[in-house]
T-cell receptor, first 113, second 120 residues
Framework: DAKTTQPPSMDCAEGRAANLPCNHS???????VYWYRQIHSQGPQYIIH???NNETNEMASLIITEDRKSSTLILPHATLRDTAVYYC??????????????FGKGTLLTVNP | GAVVSQHPSRVICKSGTSVKIECRSL??????MFWYRQFPKKSLMLMAT?????????EQGVEKDKFLINHASLTLSTLTVTSAHPEDSSFYIC????????????????FGSGTQLSVL
């Protein structure tokens, strides 16, 4: 699985957009970019994923650069409840024996009032 | 969305006792479940992969006799921490894979809310 690099922490004002970057320069053609988040003392929660095209759902938007070496998760209007650790994970869906999700250190996003 | 229920959410036990943690998929069948451990301010570490009806696969460095995993039905997996010691105190999280087949759809991976284990 390709390695990802994220800033350890970020701050955002409530109501503003939160843009969380992730570098994955060694991503291969069949690997997706997944984003999860973990609110304190809870289990992780799936947010969004993408392969090449930008994606949007009710939680967030995912912007993937054309060369796929980096991506940005966008929370359009951050709320205090969005304070969490955000994990960017690159995985192939081909399964087999390598279907384990490996969580790195992620980015602690703190949304301030 | 799919729900994974984990119980108990918090448990305190004495050193030397065993503790069982349950992970249930409430509205789907889960042929594969995963168990993670998380120490304070650290990331999740995968402990083992549990497949219904077969023995669990443990990650390197995880003692299978210490952390007993049973996945006897398509909706329930249990993790038993045997002869718990203070160093086993941690946040334990399960996840369940919805669907089967060779393709692993990570958006179909749902996590429980975790169990905080404190061993005195």
């Amino acid at each position: 699985d390709a390695k990802t690099t994220q800033p350890p922490s970020m701050d955002c004002a409530e109501g503003r957009a939160a843009n969380l970057p992730c570098n994955h320069s060694t991503i291969s053609g069949n690997e997706y970019v997944y984003w999860y988040r973990q609110i304190h003392s809870q289990g992780p929660q799936y947010i969004i994923h993408g392969l090449k095209n930008n994606e949007t759902n009710e939680m967030a938007s995912l912007i993937i650069t054309e060369d796929r070496k980096s991506s940005t998760l966008i929370l359009p209007h951050a709320t205090l409840r969005d304070t969490a650790v955000y994990y960017c994970i690159v995985k192939s869906n081909s399964g087999g024996s390598n279907y384990k999700l490996t969580f790195g250190k992620g980015t602690l996003l703190t949304v301030n009032p | 969305g799919a729900v994974v229920s984990q119980h108990p959410s918090r448990v305190i036990c004495k050193s030397g006792t065993s503790v069982k943690i349950e992970c249930r998929s409430l509205d789907f069948q889960a042929t594969t479940m995963f168990w993670y451990r998380q120490f304070p301010k650290k990331s999740l570490m995968l402990m083992a992969t549990s497949n219904e009806g077969s023995k669990a696969t443990y990650e390197q460095g995880v003692e299978k006799d210490k952390f007993l995993i049973n996945h006897a039905s398509l909706t329930l997996s249990t993790l038993t921490v045997t002869s718990a010691h203070p160093e086993d105190s941690s946040f334990y999280i399960c996840s369940a894979r919805r669907g089967t087949g060779g393709e692993m759809l990570y958006e179909k991976l749902f996590f429980g809310s975790g169990t905080q284990l404190s061993v005195l």
